[in-house]
């Protein structure tokens, strides 16, 4: 499966900002999707992760309360809507799928077997 991000941009300290990513050559449906991101001399980290359902979405400390997972398998492609953001925020963001998704790993990169190419938030204050 390929994937495509976008969404990013330049947002203000507050703002909010909805990432998409689109889905394409696969059954999307059957992937669990997750959003990492990675800033500036830092490595990737996971952000929040949905089952291929939708019915089970899971958050990193930073995001619980400020964003929301979500997909529409319909539309083959997932959201990461993102509330209050802050300065820290500021990263490359991308979406990741796997068909071997557990509770217990949904958190580890090497468990993402498909990547899109990134899009950039930049979040100033």
């Known amino acids: 499966v390929q994937l495509q991000a976008s969404g990013g941009g330049l947002v203000q300290a507050g703002g909010s900002l909805r990432l998409s990513c689109a889905a394409s050559?696969?059954?999307?449906?059957?992937?669990?999707t997750a959003w990492f991101r990675q800033a500036p001399g830092t490595e990737r980290e996971f952000v929040a992760a949905?089952?291929?359902?939708?019915?089970?979405?899971w958050y990193a400390d930073p995001a619980k309360g400020r964003f929301t997972i979500s997909r529409n398998n319909g539309k083959n492609t997932a959201y990461l809507q993102m509330n209050s953001l802050k300065p820290e925020d500021t990263a490359v963001y991308y979406c990741?799928?796997?068909?071997?998704?557990?509770?217990?790993?949904?958190?580890?990169?090497?468990?993402?077997?498909?990547w899109g190419q990134g899009t950039l938030v930049t979040v100033s204050s």
């Open positions: 050559g696969g059954t999307f449906s059957t992937y669990a």
């Open positions: 949905i089952s291929w359902s939708g019915r089970g979405t």
């Open positions: 990741a799928a796997t068909n071997r998704f557990t509770l217990a790993t949904m958190s580890a990169r090497h468990e993402y077997d498909y």
